[in-house]
């Protein structure tokens, strides 16, 4: 107690004291010349008599900033204890506010080293698959989409469906891509692995509620997959999303006598809704829920050496039917021309990163290689990965 009462003391002091200083230089100024024997000084001894008053606003003088040095001050309170109470001290460097992180030098203050968990890179760039838009809140429905094209020619509906797509009008779960894992024994002699992702269920236009999957060419096709960094799948890989598929429909073909004119209706789009109600159905009757891998409902447009001499072809490829022992309905199928899209025909995009014996890859170059495309491919190396061939 008794130091503090001494320090408020010696602080008051000090205070009158740099008051007086600065009222004894207006005094001098003003003064008369009989008057300077009544205020002279002896420099020495005011100097010595005034140290701690000098040192306290020294202590006070404001930073850059406008506001007290608080460092300053309590540098100058810690030394006057140490004098009065023969305590050890050791001065702080004092830091001067400059607005920023920056020292008296100019230098950058280094923080303390704190561990931080890994995060991921914020400002890395979206790519491939991930890199779909976000649907906007003001895109069409599926059922409002099929509406506005009833009319449209097949080139007109097909550049209708492009942009929806492209500006990421799709349902949300489609971004989610699962993932297929398998192994084979190849021609080296050797068991590789192999990881890839797909898209849960064939391309579709609208949102969550109200979508439509969107039977469409190669051409397109191509597009969509050049855009999000991904291709079409093979017959092998077709064969393997199936056996993966957690759910696994029945075809719903549409060609019998339930469908009068059904060879002229199969690419309009009153045949490509209805397909979608049976879909749907069936999808609830088997517990389906948005988001899991599904097939069996569609055929796949595939990529496949056979193109290379079918160039004006659209090679179709699935309806992997359970009643049939998990075996497509449709073999390899390549009777239409490019342009062509009934209902029957889905796409499914796969992501062009994949992971073969734990190294990242591209799917291109695994397609490509001897031995590995055994991996994803029945027909050995694919090296043109396209659709079509236009």
Known sequence: MKRFYLLAVLLLLGCLTVVNAQSLDEMVEGSKPEDLELI????????????????????????????????????????????LFGEDFEEEPVSVATGDDTDEKGQTETPPSVDQPDRPDETKPLTGYEAIPIRAGAAGSGSEFMKRTE??????????ILAEILAGNIPSFLRDFKE????????????????????????????????????????????????????????????????HAETKLTPSPMSGGQYPNWQQRMTKNEFYTEHQRLVEEK???????????????????????????????????????????????????????VTYADYSHGIRLIASEVEVDGEKMDIKDVLADSTLSQLLSKEGPVKNTRAHRK
């Open 151 to 160: 009319n449209m020619t097949p080139a007109q509906r097909e550049e209708a």
């Open 283 to 337: 999808c609830r009757k088997a517990g389906h829920q948005n988001g899991m891998l599904i097939a069996g409902h569609k055929k796949d447009v595939i990529i496949t050496n056979f193109l290379n001499s079918h160039k004006d072809s659209v090679v179709i490829y699935g309806w992997h039917d359970s009643r049939n022992g998990g075996k497509p309905i449709q073999g390899y199928g390549w009777g239409h021309e």
């Open 40 to 83: 002279k000084v002896d420099q020495e001894a005011r100097s010595e008599k005034s140290r701690v008053s000098e040192k306290f606003a020294e202590s006070v003088v404001p930073s850059p900033s406008g506001m007290l040095s608080f460092e300053r001050l309590l540098n100058f309170v810690n030394k006057l204890i140490a004098e």
């Open 180 to 243: 297929i894992e398998v192994s084979r024994k190849l021609k080296d002699g050797r068991t590789h692995a192999i990881k890839y992702k797909v898209m849960p269920d064939v391309l579709a236009i609208g949102s969550d509620s109200d979508f439509v999957r969107m039977p469409m060419s190669p051409l397109a096709a191509q597009t969509i997959a050049d855009k999000f960094g991904c291709i079409l799948p093979t017959t092998q890989m077709s064969d393997d999303i199936y056996k």
